[in-house]
């Protein structure tokens, strides 16, 4: 079983709606990830937080908002999405961020429906 | 930017043969990493590689950090039908970039 839980694991959203996607870990990581996949396609990466401040953002459309309550929260803020938005969102933990501290633990992600 | 080129694609092999996939790149990578992925899951860690020339084993499976840093492969054998999934190679720096993915099918 992952020590890294996603809720929810599967949401059908609007593209009007606002809704968030949680991540949580208890392995004392200090680095926290999002990902976004889609069908047959490796795992994109989206943000970065280490230590509770992003550290990285992929150019992500503003419609995706992060947030890092605690070391051991993530949160992802969806608002006014499109359907090409649809995908399933992964969220990882790694002990830091630096090299050779980083393997990464997934969730088993949130599969997002923009409709 | 950093790109992983991951081979082959796909395999289609009979149960009990052995499996060989590879992971090249024009950028060094510090530490070299498999994932398995299995429907509606996210990525479990296979073998984490950390030194250029590493060798390091998994039961049934086998990976290599390559001596230039800019390659990896990955060696199932005695494949059994649970080896179904796909297969990613991921290099990482400061972030983690994955490669496009092998996906494998055992035949009873």
């Known amino acids: 079983d992952t020590e890294v839980t996603q809720t929810p694991k599967h949401l059908v959203m609007g593209m009007t709606n606002k809704k968030s996607l949680k991540c949580e870990q208890h392995?004392?990581?200090?680095?926290m990830y999002w990902y976004k996949q889609k069908a047959k396609k490796p795992p994109e990466l989206m943000f970065v937080?280490?230590?509770?401040?992003?550290?990285i953002n992929e150019s992500v459309p503003s419609r995706f908002s992060p947030e890092c309550p605690n070391s051991s929260l993530l949160n992802l803020h969806l608002h006014a999405l499109q359907p090409e938005d649809s995908a399933l969102y992964l969220c990882?933990?790694?002990?830091?961020?630096?090299?050779?501290?980083?393997?990464?633990?997934f969730g088993e992600g949130s599969r997002l429906t923009v409709l | 930017g950093q790109q992983l080129n991951q081979s082959p694609q796909s395999m289609f092999i009979q149960e009990g043969e052995d499996v060989s996939m590879n992971c090249t790149s024009s950028s060094i990578f510090n530490t070299w990493l498999w994932y398995k992925q299995d429907p509606g899951e996210g990525p479990v860690l296979l073998i984490a590689?950390?030194?250029?020339?590493e060798l390091t084993s998994n039961g049934r499976l086998t990976a290599q950090f390559g001596i230039t840093r800019k390659d990896s492969f990955l060696n199932i054998s005695a494949s059994i039908p649970s080896d179904v999934g796909i297969y990613f190679c991921?290099?990482?720096?400061?972030?983690?970039?994955f490669g496009a993915g092998t996906r494998l099918t055992v035949k009873p």
């Open positions: 590689l950390y030194k250029a020339g």
């Open positions: 937080y280490s230590y509770e401040k992003l550290s």
């Open positions: 392995m004392g990581h200090r680095a």
């Open positions: 990882a933990s790694s002990q830091g961020q630096r090299q050779n501290t980083g393997e990464l633990f």
């Open positions: 991921a290099g990482q720096n400061n972030d983690m970039r």
